[in-house]
């Protein structure tokens, strides 16, 4: 794995026990980080970093992202004043 | 959209499929990059315009994906100081060196390990012999020293409040009597301010790191728009993240309305991470900081507090250098930090300073302009 200081990578949590979580990069390897910074669930995505989870990705919060940026594409096109 | 789905339980082929499907279709989708650079073009004002952004990460999207291309060429994307290892003054990665050439294992992030010192980087003292190990995070460089109770472990914490609270965590968790701190954690926003107030270089908006956001929550930034009427927008790493990063920036600016916008929704929150936060403010004091190239900047610097003094290296091994050579002969590495130049007009880029053989440390981290922009070209 990339050991890149900023870049925080989202993982699924697979398990929980206590302050470490196995989570999957989606590599389906498995690995073990710490989320005492967060309240995760099984079946979370989480953004790691440095091998601690920092947030849970909201997946309402992608879609809804996902939907503004369609709908600012299908507005009338800008035009310069 | 079932990557999305809740309580998949399994992550099967297929869920990687769709992953990688919602990634190159939205995130990193070519034709909706282009359609948001029509709209870009559309929106541009026709004066220049210089917006910043302050995360190596940024940079990397930024450069790796050609994005400069898709945008005006009034409208100019600057790399700010956002490498936490190109920032990290050469005096305390002299101590680190002094601790390890004393017989201290020295544990730090790979980026750390050929960061120049006044003399010599990690890497050289661990030619010389010192025990100097590269750790994935804080937490392996703790279960190292517990399984060698008679050596003496040091981690050098570099990084910003994204590394931060993770420090915070393996403090509070108390790690065994072997193992101190040399706490070199900046902090982003006050970095900011002094590029905001750098007269000649003219910013006209700022990206905010999205990761660093995760932490500290929008709050800190609010003072940009406020204060110096800057468009400040909060944006994620994808290249989609980036140029909407760039448009709602320019459509403040058309509409002469600075405010500040969270693109990166996803993970980051207004009052970010909480957790995270109070960890922090139990463990560190916030003090005045050197920054590599750019002198000392007010409250930018986190130190452990007197509670925590027996995990505080520079107090337990007794090392302080108080002055160090943060520049290299020729190297332009001020400069490049606050994007005042680009890395390509430093006559040593890719002659004497090369990734394999870097003069600054710019050109080591892979957050490093210089570097990124080498790999670049
Ligand atoms: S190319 Fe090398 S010498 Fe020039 S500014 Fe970048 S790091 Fe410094």
Redesign the interface.
């Given at each position: 794995?990339?050991?890149?200081?900023?870049?925080?990578i989202p993982a699924?949590v697979?398990s929980l026990k206590e302050d470490k979580a196995q989570v999957?990069f989606?590599?389906?390897v498995l690995r073990e980080v710490?989320v005492?910074?967060?309240?995760a669930k099984?079946?979370d995505y989480v953004?790691v970093?440095?091998?601690?989870a920092?947030?849970?990705?909201?997946?309402k919060?992608?879609?809804?992202?996902?939907q503004l940026?369609n709908e600012?594409?299908q507005a009338e096109?800008?035009?310069?004043i | 959209m079932k990557f999305f789905k809740q309580n998949l339980k399994s992550t099967s082929k297929k869920d990687k499929v769709e992953c990688e499907m919602v990634e190159k279709l939205r995130f990193r989708d070519p034709k909706l990059a282009k359609r948001l650079a029509e709209k870009i073009h559309g929106i541009a004002p026709k004066d220049t315009v210089k917006i910043c952004h302050v995360c190596g990460t940024h940079e990397w999207t930024i450069t790796h994906f050609g994005l400069r291309n898709l945008l005006p060429a009034n409208v100019e994307v600057i790399a700010g100081p956002g490498c936490p290892v190109c920032v990290t003054p050469a005096s305390e990665i002299d101590e680190a060196v002094q601790l390890a050439l004393k017989g201290v294992v020295i544990t730090c992030f790979g980026d750390v390990l050929r960061v120049p010192g006044s003399e010599m980087s990690l890497l050289d003292a661990k030619a010389k012999g010192a025990d100097v190990r590269i750790v994935y995070g804080v937490g392996d460089a703790v279960k190292m020293a517990e399984k060698e109770l008679k050596k003496e472990f040091v981690f050098l914490a570099i990084g910003f409040e994204t590394t931060a609270p993770s420090t915070a965590v393996e403090i509070l968790n108390k790690p065994p009597e072997n193992f101190s701190f040399l706490v070199s954690h900046r902090v982003i926003p006050p970095a900011m301010k002094l590029l905001a107030e750098m007269k000649d270089l003219n910013l006209n908006g700022f990206i905010a790191p999205g990761h660093v956001s995760t932490i500290i929550g929008l709050q800190p930034y609010e003072i940009f728009p406020k204060a110096y009427g800057m468009p400040t927008v909060v944006a994620g790493f994808e290249p989609i993240d980036v140029l909407f990063g760039v448009y709602m920036i320019l459509k403040q600016l058309k509409k002469d309305k600075p405010r500040l916008e969270n693109e990166y929704a996803r993970v980051v929150r207004w009052e970010g991470n909480t957790k995270a936060q109070e960890l922090m403010q139990k463990v560190f004091n916030v003090v005045d900081g050197g920054w590599r190239g750019l002198g000392t900047i007010l409250s930018s610097k986190f130190t452990l507090k007197k509670e925590y003094a027996a995990y505080d290296a520079h107090l337990k091994h007794e090392v302080k250098v108080e002055h160090g050579v943060d520049i290299q002969h020729g190297c332009r590495c001020h400069q490049v930090i606050i994007g005042k130049i680009k890395p390509t007009a430093c006559p040593l880029f890719m002659k004497a300073c090369t990734p394999q053989k870097p003069v600054g440390a710019c050109m080591v981290g892979i957050e490093g302009t210089c570097r990124i922009w080498a790999k670049a070209t």
């Open positions: 794995m990339l050991i890149v200081m900023c870049l925080a699924k697979i999957d989606g590599e389906g710490n005492t910074l967060v309240n099984v079946g953004l970093h440095a091998g601690y920092i947030q849970v990705v909201e997946k919060e992608a879609l809804e992202t996902i940026w600012i594409l096109p800008e035009v310069n | -």
